[in-house]
């Protein structure tokens, strides 16, 4: 299965992009969770196992599972040329200024990983000095170093494959994301789509990670082939969204006519569009109550010319706005918690809202959110529960570790 075909939020999923945790968890200390963006350090044994379920509950349901490490080991196969490029941007991208450690590092992931898939794995693992060659006695900065200060930082977040980039449509946006260990992730979809088989040549681009504004696939939501969602939020800013729907627009073989810009708060806990708000069957969507009543909207369209847009402002409810759109008579809106405020936000914060729909009716959630899975079957869902103890440290749900490459087209 090539290429990106992604025109829904429902429509059957085909094949999925996941990235199984690995050893950049362990790499993860008190002192370095603000930085790499964790609240807390999951325990890697019972996440990895987590995510087997989760990788296996796709498979079960008919969903080929592609894994970001096994693309991009694919890619590193191609040719010496690749890799050297590849290790070579790696180091810049990760702060290494100095030649000295440019080429012991070049060296060290070139001779002691000759595996492809463990030369990846370690690119995400990270690098503490005690790896290294070094003499304390050549260098002021090693003597004074501890042996196990990080020389690259670990990419953590990495089994949150929905926010490096997004599918949209045939294309993709390659995202430039809010936060420098976040950004350091979108390498690895840069050299897939410019170099994988499935993708070369394949696949339309709407943004690029060189772009200066930051946008997150967190936030973009593929209402159907010709509308598309996107979160103005803590971690995608209003340059970014112009510039993506100018690329849209001016793509001729793109769909989308309309893109509606959702402001939410920017807050850790709401930090993109689909942790308060998913779809999950042709007239169904989970919801936090937080974005109920009225709810700015930008409505977007193609402008008189190539390089301007048609915006207004829709001072309107999400229900109206969704009804108008999706040309619906009815949708239901099912809040995260309920009724029980303390439940919404205990289980808003547990990415009760952050569903993956597999195909229309049928979502997979995490087991922990028990008030909103009860009301999501109360609401005649088939909902598949998986175990979250670990996973959900990373403050992401089903959604946010899935990308999905391919989805059956739905009728509108």
Not at 95 to 104: F, P, V, W
Request: hydrophobic share 35%; with cysteine; glycine share 6%.
């Amino acid at each position: 299965m090539e290429g990106i075909n992604v025109k829904s939020e429902i429509g059957r999923l085909q094949r999925v992009l996941l990235h199984k945790p690995g050893k950049e968890l362990l790499n993860l200390t008190p002192n370095t969770l603000d930085r790499l963006l964790f609240d807390d350090i999951p325990f890697l044994d019972v996440a990895q196992k987590e995510h087997d379920i989760f990788a296996k509950t796709l498979m079960d349901n008919g969903v080929m599972v592609s894994y970001l490490e096994d693309l991009m080991a694919d890619v590193l196969g191609l040719s010496d040329e690749i890799k050297d490029e590849f290790i070579k941007q790696w180091i810049q991208e990760a702060g290494i200024s100095t030649e000295r450690y440019k080429k012991k590092i070049f060296d060290y992931i070139k001779s002691d990983f000759t595996d492809n898939k463990e030369l990846v794995l370690k690119t995400m693992e990270g690098i503490v000095l005690k790896e290294l060659n070094y003499n304390r006695n050549d260098s002021l900065v090693d003597m004074i170093s501890s042996p196990s200060k990080l020389v690259i930082d670990p990419m953590p977040n990495l089994y949150f494959t929905r926010d490096p980039f997004a599918s949209i449509g045939n294309g993709t946006s390659l995202n430039h994301m809010l936060t420098i260990t976040r950004n350091r992730e979108t390498i690895y979809g840069e050299y897939i789509f410019k170099y994988h088989p499935d993708f070369k040549n394949k696949v339309q681009h709407y943004y690029s990670r060189y772009e200066n504004f930051h946008i997150e696939g967190g936030d973009i939501l593929n209402l159907n082939n010709k509308v598309l969602a996107v979160g103005l939020s803590q971690r995608t800013e209003a340059d970014a969204l112009e510039i993506l729907s100018k690329n849209v627009f001016n793509n001729e073989d793109c769909e989308i006519e309309t893109i509606l810009g959702f402001y939410i708060p920017a807050s850790r806990a709401f930090m993109h569009l689909d942790t308060v708000f998913t779809q999950i069957d042709y007239d169904k969507f989970t919801i936090h109550p937080g974005i109920l009543g009225p709810l700015k909207v930008y409505k977007i369209m193609r402008g008189s010319s190539k390089d301007k847009l048609n915006v207004e402002e829709l001072n309107s409810d999400i229900e109206s706005i969704l009804k108008e759109y999706l040309n619906l008579d009815h949708i239901e809106l099912i809040k995260c918690g309920g009724e029980d405020m303390i439940a919404s936000e205990r289980e808003q914060w547990n990415d009760g809202s952050n569903t993956l729909c597999i195909e229309p009716g049928k979502i997979i959630t995490y087991d922990r959110n028990t008030k909103t899975n009860g009301l999501l079957k109360e609401h005649g869902l088939k909902v598949i529960e998986i175990p979250s103890a670990e996973l959900s440290r990373g403050r992401g749900g089903p959604r946010c570790m899935s990308m999905p490459l391919n989805r059956e087209n739905v009728n509108n």
